[in-house]
């Protein structure tokens, strides 16, 4: 079973960038579709973006600010965020999804998911 760590997650003004971190305790991570989601305070959990062997996709309302990365020799899963708004504030999560190589917008297809870290943007 794969255990996901996220980090890099706090406070940052309109404008400002972040980089998310995702752990992953196994190398088997290397072969599975991974995704971003976002969960803000009364809605529910949101694509933001994900990536398989072949292909990255984004939700519309982060596509030209946000770039998801993996560095294999790392277990590492990254989601590099600029020109962050106020309502990209949300905890975000990262998930694998082991029955499947490519890329879902759906919470329901992942498998395992992070605890979360906060990103906070003050307007």
């Known amino acids: 079973q794969v255990q996901l760590v996220e980090s890099g997650g706090g406070l940052v003004q309109t404008g400002g960038s972040l980089r998310l971190s995702c752990l992953a305790s196994?190398?088997?991570?290397?072969?599975?579709?991974m995704g971003w989601f976002r969960q803000a305070p009364g809605k529910g959990r949101e694509f933001v973006a994900g990536l398989d062997a072949s292909n990255t996709r984004y939700t519309d309302s982060v596509n030209g600010r946000f770039t998801i990365s993996r560095d294999n020799a790392k277990n590492t899963l990254y989601l590099q965020m600029t020109g962050l708004k106020p309502e990209d504030t949300a905890v975000y999560y990262c998930?694998?999804?082991?029955?499947?190589?490519?890329?879902?917008?759906?919470?329901?297809?992942?498998?395992?998911w992070g605890q979360g870290t906060q990103v906070t943007v003050s307007s």
């Open positions: 196994d190398h088997t991570f290397n072969t599975y579709a």
């Open positions: 998930a694998a999804r082991s029955k499947s190589f490519y890329i879902s917008t759906s919470p329901s297809n992942f498998d395992y």
